[in-house]
């Protein structure tokens, strides 16, 4: 089993706080982006949503 360290944490909460930010960037430079992004969150439906098996594994959280 491996182990997750804080390092290891906080470096995986970076990376995703830069995506975050990259995609606000981007849905701020373009409106139509947003609107059309905000539909298809609401479309999504959980129920439907595919599972990854290996998920944890792929991302280096198991």
Same mark, same amino acid.
């Given at each position: 089993?491996?182990?997750? %360290?804080?390092?290891?944490l906080?470096?995986?909460i970076i990376? +995703?706080?830069?995506? $975050? !930010?990259?995609?606000?960037?981007?849905?701020?430079?373009?409106?139509?982006?947003? %609107?059309?992004?905000i539909?298809?969150?609401r479309?999504?439906? +959980?129920e439907?949503s $595919? !599972?990854?098996?290996?998920?944890g594994?792929?991302?280096?959280?198991k």
């Amino acid at each position: 089993m491996k182990t997750i %360290t804080v390092e290891t944490l906080y470096k995986k909460i970076i990376e +995703l706080q830069r995506d $975050i !930010v990259q995609i606000k960037k981007s849905l701020l430079e373009e409106p139509e982006l947003r %609107t059309e992004f905000i539909q298809r969150m609401r479309d999504i439906d +959980l129920e439907k949503s $595919i !599972v990854i098996k290996d998920f944890g594994k792929r991302y280096g959280l198991k």
